[in-house]
């Protein structure tokens, strides 16, 4: 049985070679990326799917703003490439967005597929005034609204808003994935 659960300092290791896996080493090249380097995704927000004791899926948010309006920015989410198709990513994403709201949060952002993302509200006509700190396909650029209006007046290139990485938990975590 798939279990979701917070994810702890000990899955680093796993967890990066599951994003290597699903997306390449080239996904610290994104634009994304630019908004979570240096920084701590958002308390209560890192999730782990877990099967049998192996990682088989993660999903992390973390804290951005735009013009002073803030949001999560989601990513990136991956799933053991065995396992995709199986309801593990839609598990996360509802568990992702369900503790977002119940922390508060209004708005979550996001690139990626679109088709996928729809599922769970994302529309692109929510990102029309924003941009990313780098390149973006338009048509991947989603966002979905946990409260009415949490976007309003949100306009202008993203920015991280979330706390940095203390130079000490960095250090434990390249340690663990070494």
Not at 30 to 52: F, H, W
Not at 84 to 102: D, F, Y
């Amino acid at each position: 049985m798939i279990m979701i659960r917070d994810e702890i300092a000990a899955d680093a290791a796993a967890r990066e070679a599951l994003l290597d896996r699903c997306l390449g080493e080239r996904r610290t090249a994104k634009s994304s990326e630019r908004l979570r380097e240096g920084r701590l995704p958002a308390e209560g927000l890192a999730l782990t799917a877990e099967l049998d004791g192996e990682i088989v899926g993660t999903v992390r948010l973390w804290h951005v703003e735009a013009a002073g309006i803030a949001a999560l920015m989601l990513g990136p989410l991956a799933v053991k490439p065995e396992l995709q198709g199986a309801g593990v990513g839609k598990m996360l994403m509802r568990e992702a967005l369900w503790r977002a709201a119940c922390r508060g949060h209004g708005a979550v952002i996001l690139v990626g597929d679109a088709p996928y993302y729809a599922r769970f509200g994302f529309d692109p006509a929510l990102t029309r005034e924003l941009a990313m700190p780098g390149p973006v396909e338009r048509e991947r650029f989603l966002a979905i609204e946990l409260r009415d209006g949490a976007l309003d007046g949100a306009r202008g290139v993203l920015t991280a808003s979330g706390a940095a990485i203390p130079a000490a938990f960095e250090a434990q975590e390249v340690a663990q994935a070494a």
